[in-house]
């Protein structure tokens, strides 16, 4: 499935060469690594291909940077110690009950729609084929492998994997990495950012 994948990569790139000769050689500098998902490791769980947390991170202290070194400095602690507290806050109030994070829940929910349309064949031990109408995938739960990738690059069970697990009535919520967890949540943040004592105390 990847080799087939880097094939369409191929194919789009040549593509590309014949619309703006200037964008692909722009983009054949770039290691693929870094903007193509056929090529992106499968261990962080994640295929995010922008970098909007830099992004909001940085209109997060736009007012900041404008003042000297130490009241900026000073002002980003207090944002993000503010910040801190605010999450810990949502997840002891608003996650009550939970096992699994809310947005990656939703995502859950949403692949599980999805799953409805697949009809699976099973192989033996934990290998599916799943199948829609000419569009066909290998799945393997014991590996938590689907020949789409969207399972191994991120750890939320994709479609096809999903009417598997049905198959198999594994619960979906089962399979997901614990980075997912409420539990991992309240441990990134377990920790408070202490807050400084006033300047004229720091001598």
Known sequence: ARSSTIEKW?????????????????????????????????????????NNSCEVFNKYILEARELPMLSMLQRIKTELMTR???????????????????????????????????????????????????????????????????????GIPCSHAISCLRNKRIPQESVLPHCYSIEAFLKAYEYNIWPCNDQSKWM
């Open 10 to 50: 191929n194919m789009n790139m040549d593509k590309m060469k014949a619309l703006n000769n200037d964008a692909y050689e722009w983009l054949e500098k770039m290691p693929p690594q870094t903007w193509v998902r056929a090529f992106f490791s499968e261990y962080p769980k994640c295929d995010i291909l922008l």
């Open 84 to 154: 801190h507290y605010n999450k810990q806050q949502e997840a002891i109030e608003k996650w009550e009950g939970m096992s699994i994070c809310p947005k990656i829940r939703k995502k859950v929910a949403k692949n599980a729609e999805y799953a409805n349309t697949w009809y699976v064949q099973p192989a033996g031990k934990g290998i599916f084929q799943v199948q829609d109408r000419d569009i066909q995938y290998i799945v393997d739960i014991s590996r938590r492998h689907c020949d789409c990738r969207r399972w191994d690059l991120t």
